[in-house]
């Protein structure tokens, strides 16, 4: 089985500044890579993903990650924060399977 | 509106009282998966399926038990809930053919509270 380390259960940065998530997996073969973005109350919403091709990978919201094989990474960033990005955001790893490997989530908290 | 649809968003119920979370999909999706969210502990699945009558376990599937006779719906159910089973509850869908390229489509959620 596969696994998702996400460093940091907790991270906050002001607004206007960078945001980073950071997002190891674990996988022999290339992996098709996910973040998920959870609102107060809400269901997990698709941020971006990564599944073939370019390497830098934008998504909605601003946010974008870049899939680095040699490190088995898959850090998610934002140049400015905005104070609706206050969320959990979870990475999640699926083989060419359809089994979903998550990581335990990061809380983002963005002081004004 | 391509929807995973969960009922009920909250849910407080006792302890040894049978319940049934529902769950239900309009995007005729072969696979469906219930999980369970829990502070620290990230996203575990408790129960999958393939298609109709096809489900397997997942990592946390102890006290819980699903069926699929419908394409379109996959409950949860609860035989006999207890206390270590409050949390909030995830339905997830996806076409088999493309989980993993195009990752799930997920219900609103299900805070259930068993006292």
């Known amino acids: 089985a596969q696994s998702v380390t996400q460093l940091g259960s907790h991270v906050s940065v002001s607004e206007g500044a960078l945001v980073l998530l950071r997002c190891n997996y674990s996988?022999?073969?290339?992996?098709?890579l996910f973040w998920y973005v959870q609102y107060p109350n809400q269901g997990l919403q698709l941020l971006l993903k990564y599944t073939t091709g370019a390497t830098l990978v934008k998504g909605i919201n601003g946010f974008e990650a870049e899939f680095k094989k040699s490190e088995t990474s898959f850090h998610l960033t934002k140049p400015s924060a905005h104070m609706s990005d206050a969320a959990e955001y979870f990475c999640a790893v699926s083989d060419t399977g359809n089994q979903f490997y998550f990581g335990t989530g990061t809380s983002l908290t963005v002081i004004p | 509106e391509a929807q995973v649809t969960q009922n009920p968003r909250y849910l407080i119920t006792v302890t040894g009282k049978k319940l049934t979370v529902t769950c239900s999909q309009n995007?005729?999706?072969?696979?469906m998966s219930w999980y369970r969210q829990d502070p620290g502990l990230g996203l575990r699945q408790i129960y999958y399926?393939?298609?109709?009558?096809?489900?397997d376990k997942g990592d946390v599937p102890e006290g819980y038990k699903v069926s699929r006779k419908e394409k379109r719906n996959f409950p949860l159910i609860l035989e006999s809930p207890s206390p270590n089973q409050t949390s909030l509850y995830f339905c997830?869908?996806?076409?088999?053919?493309?989980?993993?390229?195009?990752?799930?489509?997920f219900g609103s959620g299900t805070r259930l509270t068993v006292v």
């Open positions: 995007m005729n999706h072969e696979y």
């Open positions: 399926s393939m298609n109709v009558e096809v489900t």
């Open positions: 997830a869908s996806s076409s088999t053919s493309r989980t993993g390229r195009y990752g799930y489509t």
């Open positions: 996988s022999s073969v290339p992996p098709y």
